[in-house]
């Protein structure tokens, strides 16, 4: 059965128009001009209409940095993938990538076919994955081959968390070989995670246990330097780099110097570092814990640094890094040793409206959020053309936005499994009205019209966004 989206302003990342936009089964049909005797003749046959008139007609989000069911310090992230992407699908997130994790001592590809156990059949939007690499072997390297050839193109590591998914330098370099010879890419939680540990153990022994400690021993300047140290470790293997959620205007003049020379080397930052800070980690009576994430909360300095760095392209993509642990029992963890709280925040469903606020603030146009949130994301990470584009021939993963509409953010009305809101009480304006996941109707008139299952697991391809 067709869809018309009639009477909106499709907007794209280059540029913006009246448009009709025709849903014929699971993709993009056409556009036409509105009221043009071709768009007449589709309203005599669509079997749904939906009027957007005063409305943004955009490309689903693409939410690439997510992490549903993770383990982390004894418990698990509390979104699954069904109620995960159900809360994206509310805040017009269309695709998320999350992240497969390989075990110490287990298979790469184990670890894949873990993270579909957990997702197949469970999720409300399409699906795909990255593959964090925590053991660096050569049986592994042989693996990350085979990841590609099966539509996982990218390859998280981390220069952060000794013990646990810490890589060396050496193999580091190991793996940037071995993706600048497949085409991969590798992400890097750029943080350095060996001096943090000596920062964190000396916190502690001098009583210093509240959740702020989190953030002041992980200092920016640290990730600063783990930052340009991965970038040179990328320049030598000649490795497409992508730092995730960046922070510090430290780490941020290393990737504009990088970008300025032709590397390539390419970050997003995340919603929570352009509107939180370190004051949040210190709200007393323990509610710092709710903003207990890594890289932590900044300084409010780096924030108006981060909005320049997505004006300027130094920072390509926007994500949300979603990883929620309940306050009640999980962040509590944490009580009387800030190094024992779970590490996350919920932001999943949020990610699309809060950037939409650096719109109405006039930082950044319509078009650059779209870009930042779906285009980008698409050809970043090899999914440009069935997503992140209104085009015909593409997914329809289409999302009506309005743009005068007011909500206020609140744990009593979002629909991710968390109990506390990092942004609650925030009025903002704009927000989504119908949500398409590949031409089937998941949110409109306030209402959850999806089912766990329709999403589907998407092969990537390589990278379309390398200089």
Same mark, same amino acid.
Request: proline share 4%; net charge negative.
């Given at each position: ?13 280059? =540029? ?9 089964? &699971? ?10 005797? !071709? ?11 939906? @009027?957007?008139?005063?409305? %943004?007609?955009?490309?689903? =989000? ?29 805040? /017009? ?14 298979? !790469? ?10 997702? @197949?059949? $469970? ?21 990350? @081959? ?14 952060? %968390? ?19 010879? $497949? ?8 943080? $350095? ?13 001098? #009583? ?14 640290? &990730? #600063? ?12 293997? =000649?490795?497409? !780099? ?10 941020? $003049? ?7 020379? #032709? ?31 890594? +890289? ?91 997503? /992140?584009?209104?085009?015909? #021939? ?6 009506? %936005?309005? +743009? ?18 990092? %942004? &609650?009480?925030?009025?903002?304006? /704009?927000?989504?009205?119908?949500? !398409? ?8 008139? /306030? ?21």
């Amino acid at each position: 059965m067709s869809i018309l989206i009639r009477g909106g302003t499709v907007v794209s990342a280059t =540029g913006s128009a009246l448009a009709d936009v025709l849903v014929d089964g &699971e993709s993009v049909a056409a556009l036409a001009v509105p009221s043009t005797p !071709l768009a007449e003749s589709w309203s005599a046959v669509a079997g749904t209409v939906i @009027d957007a008139t005063g409305k %943004y007609v955009i490309p689903g =989000g693409i939410d690439v940095h997510t992490h549903m069911e993770l383990p982390f310090g004894g418990t698990f992230a509390s979104d699954t993938f069904e109620t995960g992407t159900r809360a994206a699908a509310w805040g /017009g997130t269309t695709t998320i990538v999350d992240f497969a994790v390989q075990s110490k001592g287990a298979s !790469l590809l184990a670890g894949i076919e873990a993270w579909h156990a957990k997702a @197949d059949g $469970n999720c409300a939007i399409d699906y795909g994955f990255h593959a964090i690499i925590s053991d660096v072997n050569e049986a592994a390297l042989k693996e990350m @081959d085979a990841a590609v050839e099966a539509g996982v193109t990218s390859f998280k590591m981390f220069m952060a %968390y000794p013990g646990v998914f810490y890589s060396t330098d050496g193999e580091i370099f190991l793996a940037m070989q071995k993706a600048r010879a $497949n085409g991969a890419v590798i992400m890097m939680h750029a943080e $350095n995670g060996i001096a943090i540990d000596q920062l964190v153990a000396q916190a502690l022994a001098e #009583g210093r246990t509240d959740p702020v400690y989190h953030g002041l021993t992980r200092p920016p300047e640290l &990730e #600063g330097e783990a930052t340009s140290r991965a970038i040179q470790l990328a320049k030598v293997t =000649g490795a497409p !780099l992508y730092i995730v959620h960046l922070t510090a205007s430290q780490a941020l $003049n290393a990737v504009t110097e990088a970008r300025d020379g #032709g590397q390539n080397v390419f970050a997003e930052t995340c919603p929570q570092y352009l509107y939180l800070a370190l004051d949040d980690l210190a709200k007393p009576d323990f509610e710092g814990a709710k903003y207990v994430a890594s +890289p932590p909360l900044r300084p409010r300095e780096h924030t108006e640094a981060l909005w320049k760095g997505l004006r300027t392209n130094d920072l390509s993509v926007i994500s949300t890094d979603h990883c929620p642990f309940c306050f009640k029992d999980q962040k509590e963890l944490g009580r009387g040793d800030f190094s024992k709280i779970p590490n996350g925040m919920p932001g999943v469903e949020h990610r699309m409206d809060l950037i939409y606020q650096g719109v109405a603030a006039g930082k950044i146009s319509k078009e650059r959020w779209v870009e930042l949130c779906s285009t980008t994301p698409a050809r970043m990470f090899g999914l440009y053309g069935r997503k /992140g584009v209104i085009a015909p #021939g593409a997914d329809a993963d289409i999302v009506v %936005y309005d +743009p005068d509409a007011h909500q206020t953010i609140s744990a009593a009305t979002h629909h991710m499994n968390v109990d506390y809101s990092a %942004y &609650e009480g925030m009025e903002i304006t /704009g927000r989504v009205d119908t949500v !398409l996941s590949r031409g089937s109707v998941v949110i409109r008139d /306030g209402e959850f019209h999806g089912k766990s299952g329709h999403g589907q697991f998407v092969r990537r391809g390589l990278s379309q966004y390398l200089v």
